[in-house]
């Protein structure tokens, strides 16, 4: 950078008599703003007044061999110095910042001082404790390196000052960084890092997401329904015909299971009828098949009273009699007379009396 000496022009002499002596306009570069001519006139830099008008007849400007333009407005500058670590490989940068502004500009010209950088960097160069300071930290200690530069600036700064003749100069702070390479790993780690957090957090809304269909899922079809009704995802039409629908649909399963199972309650009806039918005809078939032996038809009257009455309760409310073979109901009719008349003689083909057994 060319600061605070923008440039420096060798000028012509002019030639000429004394009172028509002139130097052209365009023979003095164009001062910039914030600038000042500085004129050297024999051994001696002159200041062109500031603020006043250009004239090119002022005695500074015809007698002058060269001229300087000198940029008097504060600046920041910024001063860089490398550091060693533990590592041969790798090293750190000190980034020092000063504040300078011009007070003397035809100091500045004399001086030459076209880019203040460089006394600046001998200042910063003259503190040879800087090195050490680092010298014991890798560069992933970047952190602690900084804190302990910044602390010697500080205190190097306030026992020597920077110096610069013709300016003013503060120290105003320190910052340390690693080389382009550590950057740039540090970050592909971080982009790294920063990728797994985003996946995980797209995993996360994943899960909440479907947690969240499932327990609406799990409230029913019409609470479904209505969520994405509210989300204009959902016609209202077309939920209601669905509605509609499916309504019928169960309703129409419900009708269907109800007729099965009063065809099944029909069926076992009409099963467990004919087993006891079949169970009266097989004591029917043992009453008339007993000869001599003993049968007690007080008993078998009363089972087969108890079934056919449970045979017409079980049935549609009519009271059908069991099926007999021929001559069973006579029997059936003359053993319950002959219970009515004699419920003493219930034993048929047993001695009544003592009387009976002489022969």
């Not at 028509?20 to 914030?34: E, K, N, Q």
């Not at 600046?120 to 090195?131: E, I, K, Q, T, V």
């Not at 509605?243 to 019928?248: K, L």
Request: with cysteine; aromatic share 4%.
């Amino acid at each position: 950078m060319n600061y605070p000496v923008i440039t420096e022009e060798v000028l012509d002499t002019v030639q000429g008599k004394l009172w028509s002596r002139r130097r052209r306009r365009d023979d003095v570069p164009t001062l910039p703003p914030g600038a000042v001519y500085v004129f050297r006139v024999g051994g001696n830099y002159r200041a062109f007044p500031e603020g006043m008008l250009f004239d090119p007849s002022h005695p500074d400007v015809l007698d002058a061999s060269s001229v300087s333009l000198v940029d008097t407005r504060a600046r920041l500058v910024e001063v860089e110095r490398t550091l060693p670590s533990v590592s041969e490989a790798d090293n750190f940068t000190v980034h020092a910042s000063f504040t300078c502004q011009v007070t003397d500009p035809t100091v500045i010209a004399r001086q030459g001082v076209i880019d203040v950088v460089v006394p600046l960097r001998a200042y910063l160069l003259g503190d040879s404790d800087l090195p050490r300071l680092s010298a014991g930290h890798r560069v992933e200690e970047v952190n602690a390196v900084r804190a302990e530069v910044a602390r010697r600036m500080t205190a190097y700064s306030a026992v020597v000052p920077p110096r610069v003749v013709g300016m003013s100069v503060e120290f105003v702070s320190a910052e340390v960084s690693t080389s382009e390479n550590l950057r740039a790993w540090e970050e592909t780690l971080r982009n790294q890092r920063r990728t797994g957090q985003l996946t995980q957090l797209e995993m996360d809304v994943e899960t909440q997401t479907t947690a969240r269909i499932a327990e609406l899922l799990a409230q029913g079809s019409n609470h479904a329904d209505a969520f994405g009704i509210a989300r204009a995802e959902i016609d209202v039409t077309e939920a209601a015909a669905r509605i509609h629908r499916i309504t019928e649909e169960t309703a129409t399963r419900r009708n269907e299971a109800e007729a099965a199972a009063q065809a099944h309650a029909r069926a076992q009806e009409t099963a467990e009828t004919q087993m006891r039918r079949d169970m009266v005809l097989t004591l029917l078939r043992q009453m008339g098949s007993s000869e001599g032996g003993y049968v007690d038809y007080h008993q078998v009257l009363e089972q087969v009273l108890q079934d056919r009455g449970a045979v017409a309760g079980i049935g549609s409310g009519t009271t059908e009699a069991p099926m007999m073979e021929p001559g069973q109901s006579a029997r059936i009719a003359s053993a319950r007379q002959d219970h009515a008349a004699s419920p003493k003689d219930r034993r048929e083909g047993f001695v009544q009396n003592e009387e009976d057994l002489v022969d």
